[in-house]
């Protein structure tokens, strides 16, 4: 039995209890929830770590927890506590196409935040933008949400620092003005990257290939390289040789450079078709690869004493992956994505040999840039389709098994004469949200809820 010598005593204990019973059963929600702070979830590898995730699709399918209109883009949705951000293109203009030449568009692009409870539009930040680019349906890039801002990267290269709760303006770049630059074929892509302080973006122009923003005020701290064009491949921070390095892709080189100052420490030729290098390089253990258009792979060998690396091999005749839409997923030794040719595929590291191939689960047969974005929770990938399919599904050395299916949004633009949504989604809160160029909705996929 706890003996108080004094009423003051027991009151300033019992002051204290209370207190810590508030802090306990009062915690915002923001600080328990699993969020998605920005493209491919909060560690940017796919993965989702909700308990009690769907191992199967209720037999009337999906449920809906709302539905929200929005305009076109290819951008996906971010999540964190109870909103959400995403972008689109409002225009009058026909954008809905697959032709790969420039043309000009009128229109504006928005910065939105829903509610993420039930899709209410809490706010929006909208300003005028005229495409010239291939694929003109919308914005690209993924919001990146982080402290009390939400940035944003627009396809003309507009870069935003939103205040997250009122979508006031912190601070703001023209890329293509301040950099003396322009959009890729295929608009500004790269998913820009927060590290520390810094927000590091893909922008162009010369000797400004990758610039770092203070996060805060958005003034530069670095730049680096020069290229024939941007790419569209989102920079990475990796570890090897007890070093943090700073992976960026061009279409004429791939280099590490010191993540805090910019200051290279090795580069390599790469020779990219068309400007397109599209994936992040993916790094298993002593080893990096990356793939891109028209067979352009490439292995490195990571040296483990000081930053380097070494060609193992370039350009193999069926080795790796050349993936266009869908950033691979690396699971062990072992790297599954979607090749340029529609062949969904299983790479062993660092070999790179095709361990199988198959046109599933688009089909039986492969489609040319097939799209299918892969996210794991525990032993069971969740897989959105270019389709509006959602796939339950598991791979392993020796193949793809599909558990089920279910339809979430229809296709609402075209790709290469057939009909595509070509949107990664979220996951957070138990749940998965994604858009097409219609709607944003929100999925349940929480077991019992």
């Known amino acids: 039995m706890v003996h108080f010598p004094t009423t003051f005593g027991f009151n300033v204990l019992r002051l204290h209890l209370l207190l810590l019973l ?39 399918g999906a449920k809906f927890v709302w539905k929200t209109p929005i305009a076109g883009g290819y951008s996906g ?6 909103r959400l951000y995403v972008t689109d293109y409002v225009t009058n203009d026909q954008v809905r196409t697959d032709n790969f030449q420039r043309a000009e568009f009128t229109g504006s692009e928005r910065v939105l935040c829903l509610d993420a409870n039930n899709g209410k539009v809490l706010w929006k930040h909208e300003y005028p933008v005229t495409y010239s680019i291939s694929y003109p349906a919308g914005p690209r890039c993924t919001p990146v949400v982080e402290g009390d801002f939400v940035y944003a990267l627009g396809a003309e290269g507009h870069l ?36 520390g302080d810094k927000l590091i973006c893909l922008v162009g122009g010369e000797g400004s290939h990758t610039v770092a923003f203070n996060k805060t005020t958005g003034a530069e701290l670095w730049r680096y390289g020069s290229a024939s064009e941007q790419g569209y491949s989102p ?41 397109s290098i599209i994936m992040t390089p993916i790094q298993s253990g002593n080893y990096l690869f990356v793939g891109g258009y028209s067979k352009h792979n490439l292995m490195l060998e990571l040296d483990q004493q000081k930053p380097g690396a070494k060609v193992l091999w370039r350009e193999a005749a069926k080795k790796g992956l050349s993936p266009v839409n869908v950033q691979p997923f690396l699971d062990g030794d072992i790297m599954y994505g979607f090749h340029e ?13 095709r361990l199988w191939e198959t046109g599933k689960p688009l089909g039986n047969r492969p489609v040319g840039s097939g799209t299918v974005f892969l996210v794991k929770n525990g032993d069971l990938f969740y897989m959105f389709a270019e389709t509006g399919e959602l796939i339950l599904g598991k791979l392993d050395s020796k193949g793809f098994t599909e558990i089920d299916r279910t339809k979430i949004l229809e296709p609402t633009n075209s790709a290469f004469g057939r009909p595509v949504v070509w949107c990664p989604p979220a996951f957070a809160n138990g749940r998965m949200y994604v858009r097409n160029d219609e709607e944003c909705v929100c999925i349940e996929l929480t077991a019992g809820r």
């Open 22 to 60: 508030l802090v306990v059963t009062h915690v915002p929600a923001e600080a328990t929830a699993e969020d998605w702070p920005n493209w491919m979830g909060p560690t940017r590898d796919n993965r989702w770590n909700s308990p009690n995730a769907l191992q199967k699709f209720p037999a009337t």
């Open 77 to 82: 949705p971010a999540v964190v506590g109870n």
């Open 160 to 195: 935003w620092c939103l205040d997250r709760e009122s979508g006031k303006i912190v601070w703001s770049h023209s890329l293509k003005d301040d950099y003396k630059t322009k959009a890729a074929l295929w608009g500004y892509a790269s998913h820009p990257l927060i590290d």
């Open 235 to 275: 920079p990475v921070i990796i570890n090897a040789a007890n070093t943090r390095q700073l992976i960026l892709m061009s279409p004429d080189w791939i280099a590490s450079v010191n993540p805090d100052t910019g200051k290279e420490y090795w580069t390599e030729k790469y020779t990219a078709n068309n400007g």
């Open 341 to 353: 040719t529609g062949e969904f595929t299983a790479v062993q590291f660092p070999s790179g040999d």
